[in-house]
């Protein structure tokens, strides 16, 4: 018996209705070039674009950018992340490998790390997933506070309120 049986019909749309429970996708069509006031500040010279912020799983999509000599603070995960670099490159204090634009990186559980971006590079854009929590830790590895999808969401409320797009404009994100 064959695995997969010959298709006869391979431009035939699928029939049936999608699971009545499923949820909606999202589409965002111009993801890097879209509004400035889309963009969330999270710390100097770093934001962040939300993609989607999956709270019944726990994870979350977003654009990271970091602009000149910024750096994403020294931090604990204790599940996976996967990286794609768009723009720019950066490299983790802890490592001697540098991610550059068009290149992919993961990140076991367990990784500590501080994401800098060399002097020399105006912008760097990448596209990350996120699981379950970020712990911002001391050198020593004492946590000093913690990201997760609820405080991501959060800092997106917080912002799209102030720059005008009001507190709902993060829900078509929200999954
Ligand atoms: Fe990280």
Redesign the pocket.
Known sequence: MPLQAIDEDPRTPYQLPFPPDAQDEIVVPKAIADDERIWVPQAENVSFRPLCLNRSQGYWMNLLRVRKSGV?SR?R?PQP?H?FVLKGRWH?LEHDWVAEEGGYVY?PPG?T?T?VVPDDVDEMITY?Q?NGV?LYVDPMGNTLGYEDVFTKIDLCRAHYTKVGLGEDYVDQFIR
Request: aromatic share 16%; charged share 15%.
């Open positions: 994403l931090h995960h992340v990286g983790y990140e990784e790390h994401l990350f996120v970020m």
